[in-house]
């Protein structure tokens, strides 16, 4: 909550492994850009920062972990000597669990944790744990965690960081300071990340450090298998990935195929699994704690947050296409021969506004293992959805806007051809001397199939 009478504005708190450094940053400080991506990517955070006196270039980022990994160290010293019980416990709310400011939901709400985080538990008294959150005493529901045992990454405690930035962790909030007047504050808790790369350029001297949700490094993403998966569903197999990594997996999808064998040969278990999603038209999204499996279909249906409508100024640019070549599918085959019985099953499906009569139709071919006609008419949608998703896409800059992230609808009147509902595929999220902005990657939801 912010003084009722503060001019309104946005500013962007950034933590080292879990230590505020944000006034320390501000001198060098350019912009701060959080990338929410809805599927097949993973989420980022880039910083910018000048570099006029080659502060960062020459020790590349050494001072800062070492600082922060300092203040981390005492820190949880600190706590360690007036809470000799303090455990780490992990999120296992799979939408994810409120931090509040109150042992009470009538307190207001500092941000979440995603399912799988870890934290630093200093007590818990009457249904709710004492944690650390970004720097501030807060509280957690204690019936949605559960007792980990570990040390590792968390919300609350900063973990020791190699000299060469491994396994460092960052993480950003952005806070719309009495925007809409009475002190009333709006935050967008980007989440935390793991140091990717640190690049710099020039002139003018600049630094920009990019942190991942799920890093390269990361043994689900790196590490290649050879495995025969008998007797599975894509669900099972998820979860035991999940599992095997020390994450956690929401299966939020309506099918679920089973496999009666399927092979994984010299791949990375996200990839493979990136694999086995796309042939069942499912979508995949991982970070750092969470898998999650959904379809794409079911956050279509949801009402749009915003409207964007043509000349109301609601924009700063603009940038609409229409694809075809691979985008534009009026139909979908699936079909199987049974080796055994040599029996054909297949089925065909088409798009909403589908015209016999037309001459450029064009009819994507699937050969695909299925047991029944309705099997083969459901992969046949979900293929067409696939392949058709990106027939017409657009993108806007628009004012700041924590409510808009990835997986949210919007409409387009005024647009013309592009008129309609669209789904965010992409959000970025970014906040510097410009003020902030919010960059949409839409496309348009398919419909009647």
């Known amino acids: 909550m912010s003084s009722p009478n503060q001019a309104r504005r946005v500013t962007a708190q950034i933590f080292f492994q879990g230590a505020d450094i944000t006034g320390s940053m501000r001198p060098y400080f350019l912009s701060a850009t959080y990338t929410d991506k809805e599927a097949d990517g993973t989420d980022d955070l880039q910083l910018k920062l000048q570099d006029r006196d080659d502060i960062w270039l020459k020790k590349w980022l050494a001072d800062a972990i070492d600082a922060a990994a300092s203040a981390g160290s005492l820190s949880a010293s600190s706590k360690a000597k007036t809470d000799g019980a303090a455990k780490f416990y992990k999120v296992t709310a799979k939408s994810g669990l409120n931090v509040r400011s109150g042992p009470s939901t009538s307190y207001g709400k500092y941000g979440a944790l995603v399912c799988g985080a870890e934290l630093q538990v200093e007590g818990i008294e009457n249904g709710w744990a004492k944690v650390s959150y970004n720097g501030k005493t807060a509280y957690v529901s204690a019936s949605y965690i559960k007792e980990s045992g570990g040390g590792g990454g968390d919300a609350s405690a900063a973990a020791p960081a190699s000299a060469s930035g491994a396994g460092f962790k960052i993480s950003a909030v952005f806070v719309r300071e009495n925007w809409t007047g009475g002190g009333r504050d709006k935050v967008l808790d980007c989440g935390q990340f793991e140091l990717d790369s640190v690049d710099a350029s020039g002139p003018p001297n600049t630094i920009t450090i990019k942190a991942t949700a799920l890093p390269y490094s990361a043994q689900i993403r790196q590490t290649e298998k050879s495995k025969a998966w008998e007797a599975y569903t894509l669900s099972g197999i998820a979860n035991e990935m999940a599992a095997a990594n020390g994450m956690t997996c929401m299966f939020l999808a309506n099918s679920d195929p089973s496999y009666g064998r399927v092979e994984q040969y010299k791949q990375s278990d996200i990839a493979f699994l990136s694999k086995l999603c796309h042939e069942a038209g499912i979508s995949l999204k991982a970070?750092?704690?969470?898998?999650?499996?959904?379809?794409?279909?079911?956050?279509?249906?949801?009402?749009?947050?915003?409207?964007?409508?043509?000349?109301?100024?609601?924009?700063?640019?603009?940038?609409?296409?229409?694809?075809?070549?691979?985008?534009?599918?009026?139909?979908?085959?699936?079909?199987?021969?049974?080796?055994?019985?040599?029996?054909?099953?297949?089925?065909?499906?088409?798009?909403?506004d589908y015209n016999d009569k037309a001459k450029n139709n064009q009819q994507l071919e699937i050969t695909a293992k299925v047991a029944s006609v309705a099997e083969a008419k459901t992969k046949?949608?979900?293929?067409?959805?696939?392949?058709?998703?990106?027939?017409?896409?657009?993108?806007?800059?628009?004012?700041?806007?924590?409510?808009?992230?990835?997986?949210?609808?919007?409409?387009?009147?005024?647009?013309?051809a592009w008129d309609g509902k669209y789904i965010v595929e992409q959000a970025a999220h970014s906040v510097g001397s410009s003020g902030y902005t919010t960059q949409v990657k839409l496309r348009k939801t398919l419909e009647g199939y």
């Open 380 to 416: 046949a949608e979900k293929y067409l959805r696939l392949h058709n998703k990106y027939a017409k896409t657009a993108t806007f800059t628009l004012p700041g806007n924590p409510d808009i992230v990835a997986g949210v609808t919007a409409k387009l009147t005024g647009w013309g």
């Open 287 to 352: 970070t750092n704690n969470l898998i999650v499996l959904f379809d794409q279909e079911d956050y279509e249906k949801k009402s749009p947050v915003l409207t964007i409508v043509r000349g109301s100024g609601s924009y700063t640019k603009h940038k609409l296409n229409a694809g075809t070549a691979g985008t534009q599918y009026a139909s979908c085959r699936v079909s199987y021969t049974d080796p055994g019985t040599g029996k054909c099953i297949e089925a065909t499906v088409k798009v909403e």
